[in-house]
């Protein structure tokens, strides 16, 4: 793929946007007869109630959202059964249920079950009250202090093999509550949660918190079906071709509540920066929220996905670009879903 003299690297011309698009239309319609031959049109799954990845129907739900996003788009329909967490694991790999559209791996279930790639991290970070020390650089280095994280939730080995003392509560607020009120030193919130707060509770947010840059804790999540379900392996390969499409077309945005996403659009292992809009005003993005993991390159300028094309700086994004602050919010599209509400 060649660039222009300008720095950009043009993903298609209109001639060449028809075809995809046609292609791509062709590709879900057939992949969709596939997968109804095989039985698998409709998938019936697991998950557990946690807010904001996973919940029943109406509710906050990132994970269930982003996945029946993508199986909408190859024909695929499924339903989810929340079950209490000690009753997950029983029911994920029983055989009462065609999988999970949110779990974790482990040696056991990659033996019943096929694994997406992932296509969300749960990175949780040390968020503290302003002025306090939040970096960090693992658990280790916490010991002594009062964290507060919530009950149920997998936070994996990390958390059980001592160091600091964990004050279990029943959701994030209350944690939040906990930290602001000095019961407790830090407390461990997703990254997305946390960007979540600072954008919509900004004054508050950089008045009273110190949050940290580093993740202590990080777990991939994934779509996983049973190996024995008939087109199992068909429904893994269209579930991941839909993630990058999904990032491209603000999808992604959207159902995350994201304003910008840093993701390997044209899948040469570099990441780009990808905003919510094509207006998303002039200012550089500081931080971005990465998808699919750390790419293979991580060094060198930055790079910028707008209007179908890839800019190499930000300096070579046109001004027509930059020029007209439109952060999505009002995007009839964006989802308006509360994910977080608190009484500072």
């Not at 974790?104 to 694994?115: A, C, N, P, S, T």
């Not at 910008?260 to 919510?276: K, L, N, Q, T």
């Not at 790419?295 to 707008?306: C, K, M, V």
Request: charged share 20%.
């Amino acid at each position: 793929m060649t660039k222009g003299a300008l720095g950009v690297t043009p993903l298609s011309d209109s001639l060449n946007l028809r075809v995809a698009r046609w292609a791509a239309a062709a590709v879900v319609a057939l992949s969709a007869m596939g997968l109804a031959a095989q039985g698998t049109a409709q998938l019936h799954l697991v998950s557990t109630p946690w807010p904001p990845f996973t919940n029943k129907a109406g509710e906050p739900r990132f994970a269930l959202d982003l996945v029946e996003a993508a199986f909408a788009r190859v024909g695929v329909t499924s339903t989810t059964a929340i079950v209490p967490a000690a009753q997950f694991t029983a029911s994920l790999l029983g055989g009462a249920f065609d999988g999970s559209a949110a779990a974790w791996k482990d040696g056991e279930r990659e033996r019943v079950l096929l694994f997406s790639e992932p296509y969300l991290e749960n990175r949780l970070i040390l968020v503290g009250r302003r002025g306090t020390n939040v970096s960090a650089a693992a658990l280790a280095d916490l010991i002594g202090k009062r964290i507060a994280i919530v009950q149920g939730y997998s936070y994996g080995d990390t958390v059980d093999k001592g160091g600091p003392t964990f004050v279990r509560t029943s959701r994030e607020e209350e944690c939040l509550s906990q930290l602001l009120q000095g019961t407790v030193d830090y407390t461990l919130i997703d990254e997305l949660v946390v960007r979540y707060i600072i954008g919509n509770y900004p004054k508050e947010a950089q008045a009273r918190l110190a949050v940290g840059t580093i993740p202590l804790v990080i777990r991939p999540l994934y779509l996983a079906v049973r190996r024995d379900l008939p087109g199992a392996q068909s429904v893994i390969t269209k579930f991941n071709a839909q993630i990058r499409g999904m990032v491209a077309d603000r999808t992604y945005h959207r159902l995350l509540h994201l304003d910008w996403i840093r993701a390997d659009v044209d899948g040469d292992g570099v990441a780009e920066y990808v905003p919510a809009s094509d207006h998303p005003g002039s200012s550089h993005p500081q931080s971005a929220y990465l998808v699919g993991g750390t790419p293979r390159h991580t060094e060198g300028p930055a790079r910028f996905y707008f209007g179908g094309n890839i800019y190499e700086s930000w300096a070579s994004v046109p001004e027509s670009y930059r020029s007209t602050a439109n952060d999505g919010h009002d995007d009839p599209r964006r989802s308006t879903a509360s994910i977080f509400t608190f009484k500072w």
